[in-house]
Nanobody, 125 residues
Framework: QVQLVESGGGWVQPGGSLRLSCVAS????????MAWLRRPSGQEREFPRE???????????SVGDSVRGRFAISRDNAKNTVYLQMNNLRPEDTGVYYC???????????????WGQGTQIIVSS
């Protein structure tokens, strides 16, 4: 059974930092591209979700324009875990953050995608 379990969310004041963790199980973590996406505060629909950061199975990392210079993504394949380090948080970073995995299952099966349940971030004074 595939699981992505996020942790590290909570309340923080503007300018503060948090680190999210996502522990994966039930699939070959080292073969998956991992990402963090968020659903902004006030958006009731589950989708769309904003891509915050992405890291390939080869450790090539990228972050979205709105968080560049403040957020960083990393992964530890030995721990089946992907992290999101968030610094200098702003009120507009408030939302639900989701861990996402994507794995190429080959031409016959396509891309397998998995989601975590999400963790809430509130940035407020």
């Amino acid at each position: 059974q595939v699981q992505l379990v996020e942790s590290g969310g909570g309340w923080v004041q503007p300018g503060g930092s948090l680190r999210l963790s996502c522990v994966a199980s039930g699939f070959t973590f080292s073969a998956a591209a991992m990402a963090w996406l968020r659903r902004p505060s006030g958006q009731e629909r589950e989708f769309p979700r904003e891509l915050v950061a992405h890291i390939t199975k080869d450790f090539s990392a990228s972050v979205g324009d709105s968080v560049r210079g403040r957020f960083a993504i990393s992964r530890d394949n030995a721990k089946n875990t992907v992290y999101l380090q968030m610094n200098n948080l702003r009120p507009e970073d408030t939302g639900v953050y989701y861990c996402h995995a994507a794995m190429d299952m080959g031409p016959d099966r396509g891309i397998a995608e998995y989601w975590g349940q999400g963790t809430q971030i509130i940035v407020s004074s």
